[in-house]
């Protein structure tokens, strides 16, 4: 449990990225981090120790010391050209820190004494991992923030993201170094939830900051209509629209309809980064990328075919036909244009302790 439950929270606040703007392979990166940054913690800690004591340590010292740590990866991957918006370095931040959170949780469970090692398994897990987790994806927010800041919010923006995960950190501790008991058990547990509800508020905004992008991007000068951006802003509703396709042509063609869409969204993210981006090499990198998307997608559309394409125009309302009517025209003749493709338009439907572990 101590294990699971953290890795449940991550999974939830994965799936919350709806584009899949970050790459899975960049988590799993953040969860090994995590690791190591719990190693680096351990032995910190262990040393500051040696001049400011136990109580200190915990109350303050190891919040500044796990939160820098913990978090240090992500100056380097806000660098990237993968590295899309807030919504990836929140993402990323809640990796690195649950994987700290599991070791530690371990690490007490195995110095718990054996009728105690129930009640600290979940109440670390449903406070102290969930802590660790949302200031980690604090900092994440700030430093995604930073990236496409300009003037004083860019300069601001780190500084007050790490102040936020610390002042978080410290408060716990400081709570949970009290008095043992049911109300020192409620503070810490609504600390960790309110955290959680916190990153998850970050979250939602970024996304509806990237539906914004989408509109901005993904519009005739790409290609695509306002039908086709609409659905892509959608994505929540996505299986609902999508499981008639799912039903008649199998699920291997339904699974290309939804790359297909979910490669158009991230096609206009990169596109809005790129505009974005001060820094000239990323943003011929972001170029390559955008490239790349449309070559992807020119496969999917050619996989997917033209007799799926017309019973997905079936199910759409009439308005729709013209739309499609010009993509039957594309596929038809093998000539599809470097931009998206009109699949989009499946929107007219959807309107879419002592060491580390403190």
Aim: charged letters at 15%; glycine letters at 12%.
């Amino acid at each position: 449990m101590a294990i699971a439950i953290p890795l449940i929270f991550l999974y939830l606040v994965r799936w919350l990225d709806l584009y899949a703007s970050g790459s899975f392979k960049i988590v799993l990166v953040s969860l090994g981090w995590g690791i190591v940054a719990f190693a680096g913690a351990f032995y910190v800690n262990t040393f500051i120790m040696q001049f400011i004591g136990f109580t200190l340590l915990v109350t303050f010292g190891a919040p500044i010391v796990e939160e820098i740590l913990k978090s240090s990866l992500m100056v380097y991957l806000v660098r990237r050209s993968d590295f899309t918006y807030f919504v990836d370095g929140a993402i990323y931040g809640f990796a690195a820190g649950s994987a700290f959170a599991v070791l530690e949780g371990l690490l007490y469970m195995s110095r718990a004494g054996a009728g105690e090692g129930l009640i600290v398994v979940l109440s670390r897990a449903f406070s102290t991992s969930l802590m660790h987790g949302s200031a980690s994806a604090l900092v994440g927010v700030s430093l995604g923030r930073m990236r496409f800041g300009r003037g004083l919010s860019r300069l601001a923006s780190v500084p007050v993201g790490w102040a936020m995960a610390m002042a978080l950190h410290i408060t716990f501790n400081n709570i949970v170094s009290g008095e043992p008991g049911l109300m020192t058990l409620v503070l810490a547990t609504a600390i960790g939830l309110g955290g959680l509800g916190l990153t998850v508020a970050f979250i939602m905004w970024g996304l509806g900051e990237e539906r914004r992008w989408l509109r901005e991007t993904l519009g005739l000068n790409v290609g695509v209509s306002a039908g086709e951006a609409a659905v892509v802003q959608q994505m929540s509703d996505l299986d609902l629209l999508l499981a008639p396709i799912g039903e008649r042509f199998g699920a291997d063609k339904r699974k290309q309809v939804e790359e297909f869409l979910r490669l158009q969204a991230q096609l206009g993210l990169k596109r809005k980064a790129q505009e974005m981006t001060q820094d000239t090499g990323l943003r011929d990198e972001l170029a390559g990328q955008v490239a790349a998307l449309r070559e992807q997608m020119d496969v999917l559309r050619r996989g997917v075919g033209v007799y799926c394409m017309s019973y997905v125009r079936s199910i759409l309302p009439p308005e729709t036909e013209p739309l499609w009517s010009r993509l039957g025209q594309t596929m038809a003749t093998a000539k599809e244009s470097t931009g998206p493709s009109l699949w989009g338009t499946l929107g007219g439907r959807m309107g879419v302790g002592d060491g580390a572990g403190v």
